[in-house]
């Protein structure tokens, strides 16, 4: 089993887990000769149809490098040694993954939601013409991240099960690649197992941007489900429908991505992309372009603030009711101390010992957001474990539920510490100020 402070292939060291899923493992890694910080991806240890996942691993790796784009997570490095096995070596980057912004504010405004759209549309078209498809396009593998600037770019990454023309002409990987993906985004194409294209990724875009306008993604439950309502011929609700205050040329778009027939969608997602920054006044259409604030623009960079400042608290969690509302947290309890973004494995463990496995979405010197599938009752005396960021050091802190929120899926509890000794929220707040 690979751990914290293990070496992998002689340069890099690990020094905590980031994410665990059920094909690897992403630990944030230091090169030992440079220093430089990096994102590394193993193979999870006993992953069922290993050499399947080998050969994912290494398409993965050729689809990366083949990418080179400011919306694409860069990859390092990539080999293959005999402790860990495969592994890819990406850039770090600081922000929160586009479902967690979900489960917080459960919907974007229409600006901020057309924003994330273009960055991912201009990434998917780039890979496009390098011949890979990303198969795989859901706000979980969109990533709102803070480049070093500060400003904040969209980056679009897993591509664990993306297709690359090498891949599409074996006919023993189509088969085995036909019903990978999440159903709730997937075309119907991808869904009945038929031949899929640029165009499947463009769908997958318009169901995560309908997610970020209405709350909610087109279609629900599990592929058989989904399946059902698809095969049927059943629309997604219209979006303003869901959702009045979208304007007309936006809904029109995304619904048009959604389109049940691949070629009634967009052609590609580079024309998906130059409708959506007509939508944003990136490009010339004076009937199309919606009024925004053009000190926010500079040589075509829009501002995007979904993270927050920099040196300020967050902004306030969704002000519009989640679909199964719990309490939510006041003024005073989110913003008493700063917060930044900051993502890794988290363990709850309740008063009666049951653990709640989950990640963080936030941290600050006097409490810690965490995203898990479980809620706990408001008041409730929890501890909760995870690794301080920058360093190998687990903290294992004691806190009270102080708010708690369910948005689909996810369980999003605002846990305030109590108790922290000195030295873990001088930690804290270093960690929130770099």
């Not at 930690?427 to 100020?433: N, R």
Request: with cysteine; proline share 6%.
């Amino acid at each position: 089993m690979v751990a914290v402070g293990e070496v992998v292939d002689g340069r890099y060291e690990l020094v905590r887990l980031i994410a665990r899923g059920g094909m690897g493992l992403v630990f944030e890694a230091v090169h030992s000769f440079t220093g430089r910080t990096v994102a590394l991806k193993l193979l999870a240890e006993g992953a069922a149809a290993r050499d399947a996942m080998l050969e994912r691993v290494r398409r993965e790796a050729r689809a990366l490098a083949a990418l080179r784009h400011p919306n694409v997570v860069e990859l390092f490095d990539a080999g293959e040694n005999e402790r860990t096995g495969p592994f890819l070596v990406m850039e770090l980057v600081e922000g929160r993954p586009l479902d967690g912004i979900l489960a917080a504010r459960r919907k974007l405004a229409p600006f901020d939601a057309a924003l994330v759209g273009r960055q991912v549309a201009d990434a998917l078209a780039f890979a496009h013409r390098r011949g890979v498809l990303h198969r795989d396009v859901k706000p979980t593998n969109v990533f709102v991240a803070r480049d070093t600037l500060g400003r904040e770019r969209v980056k679009v990454i897993d591509f664990g099960i993306a297709w690359t023309q090498a891949a599409l002409a074996s006919t023993r990987l189509t088969q085995e690649s036909e019903l990978l993906g999440t159903p709730v985004y997937m075309a119907p194409e991808q869904l009945m197992g038929a031949g899929v294209d640029a165009r499947s990724d463009v769908y997958g875009l318009g169901a995560t941007l309908y997610e970020c306008l209405t709350g909610a993604p087109p279609y629900a439950g599990t592929y058989p489900e989904v399946l059902v309502q698809v095969g049927r011929g059943e629309r997604a609700k219209p979006v303003r429908a869901l959702a009045p205050e979208v304007p007309e040329a936006l809904a029109a778009a995304v619904e048009r991505a959604l389109a049940h027939r691949p070629e009634e969608r967009f052609p590609d997602a580079g024309t998906f992309a130059s409708t959506l920054g007509v939508f944003l006044g990136l490009e010339p259409d004076a009937d199309a372009v919606v009024d925004s604030d053009p000190a926010a623009r500079r040589g075509g960079f829009v501002r995007l603030d979904l993270l927050g400042p920099k040196v300020s608290a967050a902004p306030a969690a969704a002000a519009v009711a989640a679909p199964r509302p719990l309490p939510s947290p006041s003024a005073a309890q989110r913003r008493r101390h700063v917060r930044a973004p900051y993502v890794t494995e988290a363990l709850v463990l309740r008063a009666d010992g049951t653990p709640i496995e989950g990640r963080t979405e936030d941290v600050s010197e006097g409490g810690v957001l965490v995203a898990t599938t479980e809620t706990c009752a408001l008041g409730e005396r929890v501890r909760v474990r995870f690794a301080l960021p920058g360093s190998a050091q687990m903290l294992a802190l004691d806190g009270v539920v102080r708010w708690a929120r369910q948005a689909r899926a996810k369980v999003l509890l605002g846990i305030e510490l109590v108790e922290v000794s000195d030295e873990a929220r001088a930690a804290l707040a270093a960690a929130v100020g770099r």
